[in-house]
């Protein structure tokens, strides 16, 4: 046995060593998901990369990882300024590793080099799926569809507290230029790492037992640079954001990427500072809707009471004007009526007298008296006016009455007209 | 004026200023809806610029 060829330890280490540098190339691309990622204090990055079974999320695959400070520098600054997320445990990497195997230390893999558009497609594909299934269950948009009322200003605000962008976003509100009131209520949750997603969670929880106090809810992260969106990348905290009853505003700080809990939120701004510019201008134009009324109603009654008061004072002008003319044509026309009874009276009286005068005339001129004086004489028989020769017959005394006296006389002989010389 | 809400407020000022812009209301009518415009306006201004003492209590009470 002992003869035949035995090797120690670190003889069979150095041979698989050997053996890999011989049988792998120098370095490969490899896709894994991130896990236990630290930093000691000399700035090297340790970390394991595992594989799970698509399936069953069991991990089947595992190795141990290691970035040296120098190279960790570079590569978590373009990481992070690529993909807008820090490097960190649970996200899924395409990097270029060299396989190491050390005789004390065993398998490693150094990383040498890194593809955020790996990790981005990865995030994005994440995303879909998720937006997929919150649209299948029809709560994608609910939150969209609530309507923020006109009078927003007491806001539930989700942040960690001690952030600076809380703190910003309260000053904003606080020192807004129309002086308008605003209340905002912190609901403190942890806005980062693995226990995230269950505190903000949490905190909505709390935030809905009161949600009779608020119009709305901030979810706001202090700005800084980019930072970990992971968590706002769940499920379960879009599917509650979506179904809230308040509309929820989110300002997770981050410039270009639009998480889902961006896309589920009623309205997305980029940092506190501007979810709180947002309630602003939302109240301002509130405000300012009130005070256009108000002007219109002044507008409106002043123009109208002018409108009324000119009408007043033309209707009076010209009822004095009115009046004062009737009064003139009236005793104008009294005037000319009385002229005119005046001459008719005289008239008539004048007429009456004219014709009365000719009657008198007349009558001055048939009378008997008249007649004798023109020549004219009247017989009488037995005190009777004769008119006709039948009333005489001879022998008939008869008296001729004259001008100037009576005479009496004796009929000798009647002889009546030869009737064809009747008239 | 207590229950009105700021919404209530705001239709019911709305439907007064285009009741008071038809020209429809007689002068008695007219300074009536004013007189309840200026209510409404007192109303919403103080919604919106002066601190709910009684809230601000029952927030700041949340623990």
Request: charged content about 25%; aromatic content about 6%; proline content about 2%.
């Amino acid at each position: 046995m002992m003869n035949q060829s035995s090797l120690t330890l670190s003889e069979l280490n150095r041979q698989v060593k050997d053996a890999i540098r011989d049988h792998l190339p120098e370095t490969c691309w490899m896709r894994a998901e991130t896990s236990d990622v630290r930093r000691n204090r000399n700035g090297h990055c340790y970390l394991e990369f595992i594989e799970k079974d698509a399936v069953t999320q069991s991990i089947i695959a595992k190795a141990r990882g290691v970035i040296w400070a120098n190279v960790f520098q570079m590569l978590s600054a373009y990481f992070e300024n690529q993909t807008g997320q820090q490097f960190t445990s649970g996200i899924n990497v395409l990097v270029r590793v060299s396989v190491e195997f050390h005789e004390l230390y065993g398998y490693s893999l150094t990383v040498v080099d890194i593809d955020p558009s790996f990790t981005l497609g990865e995030i994005a594909r994440n995303r879909q799926r998720i937006l997929k299934q919150l649209e299948e269950e029809g709560v994608l948009t609910l939150n969209r569809e609530l309507q923020l009322p006109e009078l927003a200003n007491r806001i539930a605000v989700i942040s960690s507290p001690t952030a600076a962008g809380y703190e910003d976003f309260c000053d904003q509100l606080a020192n807004n230029p129309g002086g308008l009131v605003f209340y905002a209520k912190l609901f403190p949750a942890v806005m980062q790492g693995d226990r995230s997603e269950a505190s903000i969670i949490a905190a909505l929880d709390k935030v809905f037992q009161y949600s009779e106090l608020f119009d709305a809810v901030a979810i706001i992260r202090g700005g800084g640079a980019s930072s970990d969106l992971n968590c706002f990348d769940s499920y379960l905290l879009a599917t509650n954001v979506a179904q809230f009853p308040l509309p929820v505003i989110s300002g997770i700080g981050h410039e270009r990427d639009v998480t889902v809990l961006d896309i589920v939120a009623h309205t997305r701004a980029k940092t506190p500072t501007a979810v709180a510019e947002f309630f602003i201008a939302r109240l301002t134009r509130t405000a300012t809707e009130i005070i256009s009324l108000e002007e219109r109603v002044v507008a409106e009654s002043q123009s109208r009471l002018l409108k009324e008061q000119t009408d007043l004072f033309s209707l009076s002008k010209e009822l004095v004007h009115q009046s004062s003319l009737m009064i003139q044509r009236e005793m104008a026309a009294t005037q000319q009526l009385s002229g005119k009874m005046k001459y008719g009276v005289k008239h008539l009286l004048q007429h009456q007298a004219h014709l009365l005068e000719n009657r008198g005339q007349f009558i001055r001129m048939v009378s008997p008296v008249n007649i004798l004086k023109r020549g004219y004489t009247l017989t009488l028989k037995e005190g009777r006016i004769v008119t006709s020769l039948h009333d005489l017959s001879a022998d008939d005394i008869i008296e001729t009455r004259f001008r100037d006296g009576v005479s009496t006389s004796v009929i000798t002989q009647v002889v009546p007209r030869k009737p064809l010389e009747k008239d | 004026m207590k229950k009105i809400t700021y919404t209530e407020a705001k239709k019911e000022l709305e439907a007064i200023v285009f009741a008071i812009e038809s020209g429809e209301l007689d002068v008695d009518a007219l300074t009536e809806k004013v007189k309840r415009a200026s209510e409404l306006i007192a109303f919403c201004k103080e919604k919106l610029t002066k601190t709910d003492i009684e809230l601000q209590k029952i927030l700041d009470d949340i623990a």
